[in-house]
């Protein structure tokens, strides 16, 4: 957290100072006692408060002061806000691996559900896109707010091929750039955009898949990696299985463009990646001052001190 008129932070040593003399005033024995003969009826009319709350109107206004100060300061601090514009494109692997049966009912068909959780949860006013791989790369669905042309184009993922995961994020970048370049306004930074990409396997085709990461990290497009299905090794070689995803590359894809890597080895694991991309994407950091937010909690605080101030004040008959 940081304040636009940290100066104003010097009044925070007057909460010190008042705390002292109210400590001091507490202490002070009264000039004037009160006769009252009988003492049992008194003491059962006054109570036995325990001395530790008396004290709380005094604390519940130290802290609406505290508040209070801080405020003035005008401070500032990071806070999630809702995004208005952003282009994600999905990137899934169609690979004839993919209806490998380790992540039930098959590695396509959890795919498919995740990828329809991610529509359902992603704000409608994102622009979303669709590519798929195997031996080449093919655009599904260009970036549209129509979410109905994408599920379409998720229903037709049918495994085969290889894997060119490579050329699945050159094909992602090729749609994104010209819509980013289009929508831009003048001498602003262009919207944000995003590449989700799903793989099941190591790269046999096409691109480097981090030379295509490299290209998406100098444009600005942050590349989010899954790792789809179990590691298993192969009991003989002692090595991964042909059908194993590459988390090693999946992983540097990510890191170079400065996103994340998920490993999913179960549907559940899956979905609940999508489902938690698609709420998360919908929102970024953004430095905003909250003054109003230190104002209204310490004018909360100070209702609060005069409310408990009035009903713990001794009544006598």
Do not use: C, H
């Amino acid at each position: 957290m940081s304040f636009v008129w940290p100066l104003a932070l010097l009044g925070l040593l007057a909460v010190p100072l008042g705390a002292l003399w109210y400590a001091l005033a507490a202490r002070r024995r009264p000039r004037y006692a009160v006769e009252y003969p009988n003492l049992e009826l008194l003491a059962s009319v006054a109570g036995t408060r325990r001395r530790w709350r008396r004290r709380i109107p005094a604390l519940l206004f130290a802290l609406g002061a505290i508040a209070g100060l801080v405020g003035l300061a005008r401070p500032e601090a990071n806070v999630l806000v809702p995004r208005d514009d952003a282009t994600v494109v999905l990137v899934m692997d169609r690979s004839g691996s993919m209806q490998t049966t380790d992540v039930a009912p098959s590695r396509i068909d959890a795919a498919k559900e995740a990828a329809t959780v991610f529509l359902e949860v992603v704000p409608s006013r994102f622009r979303l896109g669709l590519v798929a791989f195997s031996d080449t790369a093919d655009v599904l669905a260009e970036p549209t707010t129509k979410r109905a042309r994408i599920v379409d184009g998720i229903e037709t993922l049918e495994p085969a091929g290889g894997t060119a995961i490579g050329d699945g994020i050159l094909k992602a970048l090729e749609i994104i750039q010209p819509l980013r370049e289009r929508i831009r306004p003048r001498e602003e930074e262009p919207p944000l955009a995003a590449i989700l990409l799903l793989s099941d396997g190591a790269a046999t085709a096409g691109a480097d898949p981090v030379v295509a990461a490299t290209e998406a990290r100098d444009a600005g497009v942050p590349v989010f990696t899954v790792a789809l299905g179990a590691e298993v090794e192969d009991p003989v070689f002692q090595m991964l299985a042909p059908d194993a995803p590459d988390r090693v590359t999946l992983r540097a894809i990510a890191e170079t463009t400065g996103a994340r890597f998920f490993d999913a080895p179960t549907r559940a694991d899956l979905t609940r990646i999508y489902r938690d991309l698609g709420s998360r994407m919908g929102f970024e950091w953004e430095r905003r001052e909250v003054t109003a937010a230190f104002a209204f909690g310490g004018a909360a605080f100070f209702v609060a001190a005069a409310l408990t101030s009035l009903r713990r004040r001794p009544r006598l008959p």
